[in-house]
């Protein structure tokens, strides 16, 4: 629910951003280089969703508006494309596999030159024509929102992972399944917040223990949280179960009350 209410809001703060960006040739350049990096990193933040690696978004969006400001006098096309693979930098690096990373950075570019040129094409229409554009022009901005990728905090306990050796290397790769299948249940929400922070504990922890700075263990934590994930796995199956049953004892009294009826028919 939460991941759908980003798209959606990254959809609305695309239209914006692609109608100011097709004024900025009337404007200073300051204020056209103030409204690009406010855009870019702005998206890219959107795009990001979530506070582990949050800098990292927003480098990508302000390389974005400087890929966008050194390019759009030239090739404006260009420069969109560009400027969408910024933002979406941080959300392709959680990729699982290099194809989806590949995919989604191209898509990214694809949706940039295909948003500038429905926008610019339509930039000299009324009002409602216009603004239709922009709606149009945004969503494609948004089509790299289908590409599948990890949360992230998954993202940021597998990289831990892939610095790690050993037994901390495997318990953090048990972090990341864990966080990677409930992120696919539906959990109460004070469950989820708690959760959440459990394993943001575990990401710092991990990380100051792989700097040498200490941080304490994080076996215990990990392996609560293992459980809390099998829990709500046994949870969910029970529901559906439940569910079945139900959906089986309503086909079962259909079938009774047909037969009642046949049964009254032939009296």
Same mark, same amino acid.
């Given at each position: 629910? &939460?991941?759908?209410? =980003?798209?959606?809001?990254? +959809?609305?703060?695309? $239209?914006?951003?692609?109608?100011?960006? $097709?004024?900025?040739?009337?404007?200073?350049?300051?204020?056209?280089?103030?409204?690009?990096?406010?855009?870019?990193? $702005?998206? *890219?933040?959107?795009?990001?969703?979530?506070?582990?690696?949050?800098?990292?978004?927003?480098?990508?969006? *302000?390389?974005?508006?400087?890929?966008?400001?050194?390019?759009?006098?030239?090739?404006?096309?260009?420069?969109?494309?560009?400027?969408?693979?910024? +933002?979406?930098?941080?959300?392709?690096?959680?990729s699982r596999t290099w194809r989806e990373l590949g995919f989604h950075l191209a898509l990214a570019f694809a949706s940039g030159v295909a948003a500038?040129?429905?926008?610019?094409?339509? /930039?000299?229409?009324?009002?409602?024509?216009?603004?239709?554009?922009?709606?149009?022009?945004?969503? &494609?901005?948004?089509?790299?929102?289908?590409?599948?990728?990890?949360?992230?905090?998954?993202?940021?306990?597998?990289?831990?992972?892939? =610095?790690?050796?050993?037994?901390?290397? &495997?318990?953090?790769?048990?972090? @990341? @399944?864990?966080?990677?299948?409930?992120?696919?249940?539906?959990?109460?929400?004070?469950?989820?917040?708690?959760?959440?922070?459990?394993?943001?504990?575990?990401?710092?922890?991990?990380?100051?223990?792989?700097?040498?700075?200490?941080?304490?263990? @994080?076996?215990?934590?990990?392996?609560?949280? @293992?459980?809390?994930? =099998?829990?709500?796995?046994?949870?969910?199956?029970?529901?559906?179960?439940?569910?079945?049953?139900?959906?089986?004892? /309503?086909?079962?009294?259909?079938?009774?009350?047909?037969?009642? /009826?046949?049964?009254?028919? &032939?009296?």
């Amino acid at each position: 629910m &939460l991941r759908r209410g =980003r798209a959606f809001l990254f +959809v609305g703060l695309a $239209g914006l951003a692609l109608a100011l960006l $097709g004024q900025l040739d009337a404007l200073g350049p300051i204020t056209a280089a103030g409204i690009t990096v406010a855009s870019s990193v $702005g998206l *890219a933040l959107i795009a990001h969703g979530g506070a582990p690696l949050a800098g990292e978004a927003v480098a990508f969006g *302000a390389s974005g508006a400087v890929a966008y400001e050194a390019t759009r006098s030239y090739v404006p096309l260009i420069a969109s494309g560009l400027l969408l693979t910024f +933002v979406f930098g941080t959300r392709a690096m959680r990729s699982r596999t290099w194809r989806e990373l590949g995919f989604h950075l191209a898509l990214a570019f694809a949706s940039g030159v295909a948003a500038s040129w429905v926008a610019r094409a339509n /930039a000299g229409l009324e009002a409602s024509l216009w603004m239709t554009a922009i709606m149009v022009a945004s969503l &494609l901005a948004s089509a790299p929102w289908i590409v599948p990728n990890d949360a992230p905090r998954t993202f940021a306990l597998r990289r831990l992972a892939s =610095r790690a050796r050993g037994a901390t290397k &495997l318990r953090l790769l048990r972090a @990341v @399944v864990a966080h990677r299948r409930l992120g696919e249940l539906e959990l109460p929400r004070a469950l989820r917040r708690s959760v959440e922070r459990a394993f943001d504990d575990v990401i710092r922890r991990a990380e100051r223990r792989l700097n040498g700075e200490g941080g304490g263990a @994080v076996e215990r934590t990990i392996e609560q949280l @293992v459980r809390v994930e =099998r829990a709500a796995r046994s949870r969910e199956a029970l529901i559906g179960e439940l569910d079945e049953g139900s959906e089986r004892l /309503a086909a079962d009294g259909d079938a009774l009350e047909a037969e009642i /009826a046949a049964l009254v028919e &032939l009296r």
